[in-house]
């Protein structure tokens, strides 16, 4: 999150809804029609999984990273897709919630908030899941950074160093490794960024005490150690 008001402050209005249009939903009734319809590729591979049958299976409470605990967002946070396959996955963003764990798991439960993060790291490395890698969700608010990238939010202040702890880097780190192992994402700063660096916005997090010069390469020996 990272804004400096309030805890939980941040929104996504900026990634609302996709409209899909009158040709894409013609879809659903008549598919084989597709090719006449004249639906440009990226369209039709955005909307397809759409059909019955076609989305991957889900699982209630299933997570992505072993170890984390399911505390699902509100629906309202996060829209539902089929990712890597309507959208390519490329980065990582770091976020810091300017405020608790437990009032980040708060917030991002809240339809009215508009905003989460596909994980929540607390202080002791502990990891709660709330969105699935599939879905996106709503934390960067820039809506092409939301579609490409999975977000991580940290417990703790920006301006406070001791936010940071060895438990939460290594924790937040294997994290990112497995994310990074699943996408072929590149272990490097331009492939996992902080919050403030997304295009267009007002946050500052991680901020200056998050140690990027440790990050990086803790991710770097986290992969090395799971390939």
């Known amino acids: 999150m990272g804004d400096q008001k309030s805890p939980g402050s941040h929104r996504a209005a900026k990634d609302t809804d996709r ?4 040709r894409a939903l013609l ?9 006449a319809a004249g639906l440009a590729r990226d369209e039709l591979g955005r909307v397809w999984w759409r059909i019955p049958g076609v989305a991957k299976d889900r699982r209630e409470g299933e997570v992505d990273f072993r170890g984390a605990q399911w505390v699902a967002a509100s629906s309202a ?13 490329d980065r990582v963003i770091i ?5 608790s764990y437990a009032t980040a798991l708060k917030v991002f439960r809240d339809p009215g908030h508009g905003a989460a993060s596909h994980y929540v790291v607390r202080k002791d490395g502990h990891i709660a899941q709330m ?8 934390h960067a608010g820039n809506r092409a950074y939301n579609e ?6 940290h417990e703790g202040f920006v301006d406070q160093e001791s ?3 060895d438990a939460m880097y290594r924790a937040s780190a294997r994290l990112t490794a497995g994310i990074c192992a699943r996408y ?10 902080g919050h403030v660096e997304v295009p267009g916005t007002d946050h500052t997090d991680p901020g200056p005490h998050w140690d990027w010069d440790r990050y990086i390469p803790l991710v770097r020996e986290a992969r090395t150690a799971s390939a």
């Open 77 to 89: 946070n996060r829209r539902r897709a089929d990712r890597p396959d309507d959208y390519e996955i």
């Open 184 to 193: 072929e994402i590149p272990v490097d700063r331009e492939h996992i960024i």
């Open 95 to 99: 976020h810091v919630a300017q405020g």
């Open 19 to 22: 409209h899909l249009g009158r």
């Open 27 to 35: 879809i659903g009734g008549a598919a084989a029609a597709v090719s």
């Open 148 to 153: 490409r990238s999975v977000g991580i939010e």
């Open 163 to 165: 936010s940071f702890t």
């Open 131 to 138: 969105i699935r890698e599939l879905d996106v969700a709503f």
